[in-house]
């Protein structure tokens, strides 16, 4: 029987640093689920389990371990280099979702939201990792619903915090949270070049294939026709802009607190 796992051997860790894991890099609702399922469908071992939609990646411990060095990482700069802790803490849970990986030639990697915020602990673990970094209308954002800014929640309660929205309106916390981890990992993406592909879920619904097609070269792997049946049975192109249907003065309140971020993001606030 192997041992509980609980201090990683340098030549483990160096193993673990030679892999290429695919990782989704993104605010919840942001088009997360559509891309993790598509790349599945790409044939990457995503962690993902049918019964559960979200594709989000079904180790709880790994999944876990990020929203913890997440919540430790909140206020901090992040290009900072990561702490000894939060990196042990970090690669220790990787090394066990690695574990349960299948060692079939695959390539794999994983979707969790919470990723979104732990950019730099990620490269210095895995520092050939590939990103995929899908951004979506901030204002869409707004009106949905997120760990991550969800003041009953921990890391939602810590953001929250940091930003000094706790008690203020949903759609004003969510936009709030949206620009914060945007700009966190626009801060670090300089760094991660050119192992980053930048994608919005604006592209994914509108040209679902095309899109799909420009990530699976950026991944070096064929498009399948599994990924094509895929987009054509799931995306929804409806989906795009539907800040439009909302309250207009909350629409405003959204656009003054996150305005900048939305037109570095290419998404200009409408004209008054």
Known sequence: MTPPLTILSQSDADELARTEPVVVMSRGHSGTRVLSWALAALGIHMG???????????????????????????GTCSTRAPGARETRRFRRALWRYLRGVPRDGRRWGWKFPETYLIGGVVDTV????????????GRDVAFKSHLTDDEGRRLGRTILGHLGLLGRPRHLQAAGSWAYQVQRFRALRPGLEP????????QLCTRPVETMEAVAGFLGLPMTDEC???????????????????????????????????????YPPAAR
Do not use: M, N
């Not at 389990?49 to 913890?68: H, M, N, V």
């Open 48 to 74: 993902t389990l049918r019964s559960e939609p979200a594709g989000d990646c079904q180790d709880r411990r790994f999944t876990g371990a990020i929203k913890k060095v997440a919540d430790s990482r909140i």
């Open 126 to 137: 895995v520092p050939r990792a590939r990103y995929l970094h899908l951004v979506r209308d």
């Open 195 to 202: 192992r980053v592909h930048r994608l919005t879920f604006e």
């Open 228 to 266: 094509r049946r895929y987009l054509a049975e799931q995306v929804r192109p409806e989906k795009v802009g539907q800040h439009r249907g909302e309250d207009p003065a909350k629409l405003r309140a959204v656009e003054a607190l996150i305005g900048e971020t939305l037109a570095a993001e290419g």
